[in-house]
């Protein structure tokens, strides 16, 4: 005789394999990066915020990456949220002017990736970092490959909710979890040249396998 199981049995098991595949695919895509090495870079920005008393903030970024060159040059970054930096890049004012600078970090730079990225031991990572400013007054970190002045092209893009970009941005975004990342799209108005540490190395700072390194002179 032929038996068959209850539904919500089965529906327990798809769901339960569901997740089990989706974490699955999110811990080697995760293991794949590490061996894939990252450019490190450090957004910088006006501090606007009436209850601060810094003028500048900055973030190391995570994920950084040109996404074309015609007919704009863009640059595309992530950020976790709620951050300071996300509050401050929501807070420009629409005019003329870039609204952050990209800092390339050079081979030499670790340091800085790390003060960048830990606010909770580095409040104010710009008391001990050299820097000069672009005509926009936004910070550039000395020591650099090089920055880039941008302007934002679009508002920040929510990353938990997929049916949201699954329409193309129709409707309202669903509440997401306590912390989540959003995508910044900017165009580059500028490629500013930072001020040089003698002695230097010029190659890149790169993340990979959990630590710091760079590339070989070329």
Request: aromatic content about 6%; charged content about 20%; overall charge neutral.
């Given at each position: 005789?032929?038996t068959c199981r209850p539904?919500?049995?089965?529906?327990?098991?798809?769901?339960?394999?569901?997740?089990?595949?989706?974490?699955?695919?999110?811990?080697?895509?995760?293991?794949?990066?590490?061996?894939?090495?990252?450019?490190?870079?450090?957004?910088?920005?006006?501090?606007?915020?009436?209850?601060?008393?810094?003028?500048?903030?900055?973030?190391?970024?995570?994920?950084?990456?040109?996404?074309?060159?015609?007919?704009?040059?863009?640059?595309?970054?992530?950020?976790?949220?709620?951050?300071?930096?996300?509050?401050?890049?929501?807070?420009?004012?629409?005019?003329?002017?870039?609204?952050?600078?990209?800092?390339?970090?050079?081979?030499?730079?670790?340091?800085?990736?790390?003060?960048?990225?830990?606010?909770?031991?580095?409040?104010?990572?710009?008391?001990?970092?050299?820097?000069?400013?672009?005509?926009?007054?936004?910070?550039?970190?000395?020591?650099?490959?090089?920055?880039?002045?941008?302007?934002?092209?679009?508002?920040?893009?929510?990353?938990?909710?997929?049916?949201?970009?699954?329409?193309?941005?129709?409707?309202?975004?669903?509440?997401?979890?306590?912390?989540?990342?959003?995508?910044?799209?900017?165009?580059?108005?500028?490629?500013?040249?930072?001020?040089?540490?003698?002695?230097?190395?010029?190659?890149?700072?790169?993340?990979?396998?959990?630590?710091?390194?760079?590339?070989?002179?070329?």
């Open positions: 005789m032929l539904l919500r049995h089965v529906t327990a098991r798809r769901l339960c394999r569901g997740i089990s595949t989706q974490e699955k695919v999110k811990n080697d895509f995760r293991n794949l990066l590490r061996h894939s090495a990252q450019p490190v870079a450090v957004v910088t920005s006006l501090m606007r915020s009436t209850k601060s008393d810094h003028l500048y903030h900055g973030a190391t970024l995570s994920s950084f990456t040109s996404i074309a060159m015609e007919p704009h040059p863009l640059v595309a970054f992530s950020l976790r949220i709620p951050s300071r930096m996300s509050h401050s890049l929501k807070a420009i004012p629409t005019g003329p002017g870039a609204h952050m600078v990209v800092n390339i970090l050079s081979a030499d730079q670790a340091e800085t990736a790390i003060a960048f990225s830990r606010p909770d031991q580095y409040p104010d990572p710009f008391s001990d970092a050299s820097f000069s400013l672009s005509e926009d007054r936004i910070p550039i970190l000395d020591g650099a490959l090089g920055a880039l002045s941008c302007v934002l092209v679009s508002r920040a893009i929510p990353l938990h909710d997929l049916a949201y970009l699954e329409s193309g941005g129709r409707g309202s975004v669903e509440a997401g979890p306590d912390l989540t990342s959003e995508l910044y799209l900017a165009r580059v108005t500028n490629v500013e040249k930072a001020v040089e540490v003698p002695g230097s190395r010029r190659t890149p700072l790169l993340y990979l396998n959990r630590q710091y390194t760079t590339s070989l002179e070329p």
